[in-house]
């Protein structure tokens, strides 16, 4: 089958998958200055595997054998409600309003592999949800599904940056889209100047030590947040939406059409004493299908602590 007949026919399966916007990069070594630099800096804080496995996440056929093509598929995930600024109310980030986005993408992206397998037996592939060393924005990029903004996060004109983005490796050849060179954030810096803890180091580098998503999310449950931030974190309890909810590109942002990422009520803007007192039965019970379970019962009970904190003091 032509390569851009088959191209066309993954696109048109991604669409009917609930992806808004699918695009195909060539498989090829990414050039390793950015991230090397980003390294050296020590920006990645305690997250030892992205040193770790930098050569991998550099070379597509290290993650599957004479890889040809990366399929990058985007999925919308906003949903139209604000967090209060009630005292003794946490925030959490959009994305854990809803399910876990792993369950969701993961096995969409297994169909449209499965899908491409049926008309191609001898393909083969491997599916990546972040849970892998693929560089899914820096792909995303490539693939012509937009541009990262100053906040480092990829930026579609037409739907903003609330959605999730998925990968699949494929042995083979298909018709490639024109790589997004275009920076549509010109000389704006409201991502830059509203990060309360100044993560955003300089445009386009987060420093991830500095990231309220990293500090409540990444960082070990038995470690405290630096003296120097805990009181920038505020009432922050999972993750941040911050740089993303002061961008001027998401008036653009439309609803998802996706159920699974609906809020669960209890998921926004929960009771922080009422998390304070969750057991860990309760916590399983309550976030064993949200991304909230990533923190486990002592991260998040350690960020509701700190939160509390910054509740009294208001």
């Known amino acids: 089958m032509l390569s851009s007949l088959l191209s066309k026919r993954i696109k048109e399966k991604a669409l009917s998958l609930g992806f808004f916007r699918t695009g195909i990069a060539r498989a090829e070594l990414l050039d390793a200055a950015h991230l090397d630099e980003w390294l050296a800096r020590g920006y990645h804080g305690n997250m030892q595997y992205m040193q770790q496995r930098r050569d991998l996440a550099l070379n597509p056929t290290a993650l599957l054998a004479d890889a040809r ?7 919308n995930y906003y949903t139209p409600y604000d967090s209060t ?11 854990g309003w809803g399910d876990d986005y792993h369950e969701v993408l993961r096995p969409r992206l297994g169909a449209l592999l ?32 937009g541009w990262q903004g100053k906040h480092s996060i990829v930026i579609t004109r037409d739907h903003g940056s609330w959605f999730f983005i998925g990968a699949i490796i494929v042995d083979v050849e298909l018709s490639y889209d024109v790589p997004f060179s275009a920076d549509h954030c010109g000389g704006c810096r409201k991502c830059i100047e509203a990060c309360p803890t100044r993560a955003i180091a300089e445009p386009y580098v987060v420093d991830a030590q500095r990231c309220i998503s990293y500090l409540t999310v990444e960082l070990k449950h038995d470690k405290p947040y630096p003296e120097a931030l805990k009181a920038r974190v505020g009432l922050q309890i999972f993750g941040c939406d911050i740089c993303q909810n002061v961008c001027p590109w998401n008036r653009f ?17 929960p009771d922080l004493g009422d998390l304070l007192r969750m057991t860990r039965e309760e916590f399983q019970q309550k976030y064993r299908h949200s991304p909230i379970k ?21």
């Open 253 to 269: 942002a439309k609803s998802t059409n996706e159920p699974a990422f609906q809020p669960y009520p209890q998921h926004i803007d």
């Open 114 to 145: 499965a899908y491409i397998q049926d008309i191609i037996p001898h393909a083969q592939g491997r599916v990546f949800v972040d849970s892998g060393p693929l560089m899914e924005k820096a792909w995303a990029v490539r693939a012509g599904i």
């Open 294 to 314: 990533r923190t486990k019962l002592e991260g998040l009970q350690r960020n509701v602590r700190m939160a509390l904190e910054k509740s009294v003091e208001r």
């Open 69 to 75: 093509s990366i399929i990058v598929c985007a999925m």
């Open 85 to 95: 600024t009630a005292p003794g109310r946490g925030r959490i980030s959009r994305y």
